[in-house]
């Protein structure tokens, strides 16, 4: 028979390994062979500041972290963001930077406080400026988007440096049609 403390002892160990979260995963793997291993030699790095491997191979001199908008490579993700160190000095901010499957920086921003966004597939937007993150180079700057399964429509009514319309863009390929 049972005692009082050994029986709420199995209870509370029934009730409280219904909230077990499985097997622990290594939170250093971002997805795509790529992994920030935090850097030993900056004393007191619970920042996470870290070295990027690939494949167990260190692939930059930089130093990353995740932060901010932080997105691993996934289903529909083909790069990953994170914050760029290029210069590290205790007490300095990084940029928001997207990565490929390699591990290039593929857009960055200019400084700290320029949001980037990675959407999905080739297109990302920093300063309401959207991107092909394939070719690097700028699509439009929009007033307005409507969001759809296949294609971002971003309107551009005002801006003068780019087309007026509508811009019907691929996610998955970058490209686009203008409307007027």
Known sequence: MMNNSELYGSIFQTIFGMFDEGPKVD????????????DPEIKGNRENYCRLYKDGTLISDSL????GVFTPFGRDKKYCTLIAYHDY???TM???CII????????ESENSFDSLYYLRGEIATMKGIYYNLKT??????GDSTV????????????NKDYEPGVY????ETGEFEIFR
Do not use: A, C
């Not at 939170?27 to 935090?38: A, D, K, R």
């Not at 990353?64 to 932060?67: L, N």
């Not at 759809?148 to 009514?157: A, C, M, Q």
């Open 27 to 38: 939170q250093t793997f971002i997805g795509e062979g790529l992994q920030l291993i935090p």
């Open 64 to 67: 990353f972290r995740k932060g």
């Open 89 to 91: 000095k205790k007490d």
């Open 94 to 96: 990084g940029n928001f």
């Open 100 to 107: 490929d499957s390699n591990g290039n920086i593929v857009m």
């Open 136 to 141: 690097g180079q700028p699509i439009v700057k």
């Open 147 to 158: 969001k759809s399964k296949y294609y971002l429509f971003v309107e551009n009514t005002y």
């Open 168 to 171: 019907k863009i691929d996610y």
